[in-house]
């Protein structure tokens, strides 16, 4: 991975926490992630006119990828009704990464170098810790809870590799992303639609301002991480963006004046140590 890409992943885990804070507004949390992805097919717009429309093959990527995003905003809504949430998003962002790095080896034939290896471990082994012994008073996972999160993780690999090879086979990461982002927009329409109705849509509607700056900063952060697949594993990239957990900290630290226990110290030195050993890699 060169330095380029590595400080621009980087950069892209630091949107990724930014918004994911920024999303709290008056809304629950399916109307929140409507709301982000309206936002993120908005900002693809005014980018469609200026990049190629894709082939039939990038297509089924793009259909594939929209039915996993769906998958994984579903389950991570379940996983947020049936247990802490401080503890369910970490795990299932935590496991994540390591089932990308699986499902590249045998599916993409990409092995990490043993060092990159010891970064994906040493990222995912923080970002649990994190999750575990990071707050303040975390309730013992529930089956329910545990098997959302799990299968949020798995919805999470299957668009990390189907993102990265889509990108891979399309003219440019720009012209799959910003078709991504607008089909997966038009998607979540038809689905807030079927499962709330209209009185979902007004309701997001009053919160537009929020959708077009939360969906701007993660379409940028995602873009980001689909360009970066072009150029460098994507077990690698999957697992450097993890590092978000670590700017979301700094942030509930800096910002929001939350206490910085031994734990979350931990965890972040851990973390730390697995962002050297991928740039050493």
Request: proline share 3%; hydrophobic share 60%; net charge positive.
């Amino acid at each position: 991975m060169t330095p380029a890409v590595f400080l621009a992943v980087l950069a892209a885990a630091a949107m990724h926490a930014s918004w994911n804070a920024m999303i709290k507004v008056r809304l629950d949390r399916f109307a929140s992630v409507t709301l982000m992805t309206f936002g993120m097919a908005a900002a693809a717009l005014p980018v469609l006119p200026f990049v190629d429309v894709p082939d039939a093959e990038v297509w089924l990527w793009i259909a594939i990828s929209v039915f996993c995003h769906m998958g994984y905003k579903l389950c991570l809504i379940k996983a947020y009704e049936a247990g802490d949430l401080a503890q369910t998003y970490p795990l299932a962002r935590g496991t994540a990464p390591l089932l990308t790095t699986i499902g590249g080896v045998f599916l993409l034939s990409e092995i990490p170098q043993p060092l990159a290896l010891a970064g994906i471990v040493l990222l995912c082994a923080g970002t649990l810790l994190m999750s575990f012994r990071g707050g303040r008073h975390l309730e013992r996972l529930n089956t329910g809870a545990v098997g959302y999160a799990l299968a949020t993780s798995v919805f999470i690999a299957g668009y990390t590799l189907t993102d990265g090879s889509g990108a891979r086979l399309a003219e440019s990461a720009s012209s799959y992303a910003a078709w991504l982002f607008l089909c997966d927009g038009l998607w979540s329409l038809v689905l807030c639609l079927i499962l709330r109705g209209r009185g979902t849509l007004a309701a997001v509607a009053g919160e537009w301002k929020m959708g077009l700056l939360t969906g701007a900063l993660s379409a940028a952060a995602y873009w980001i991480a689909m360009w970066a697949m072009t150029k460098a594993p994507i077990a690698s990239v999957a697992a450097l963006r993890e590092t978000s957990i670590l700017f979301a900290m700094m942030i509930s630290v800096v910002v929001l004046g939350e206490k910085l226990t031994r734990w979350r110290i931990t965890a972040a030195l851990t973390i730390v140590a697995g962002v050297v050993a991928m740039r050493l890699a």
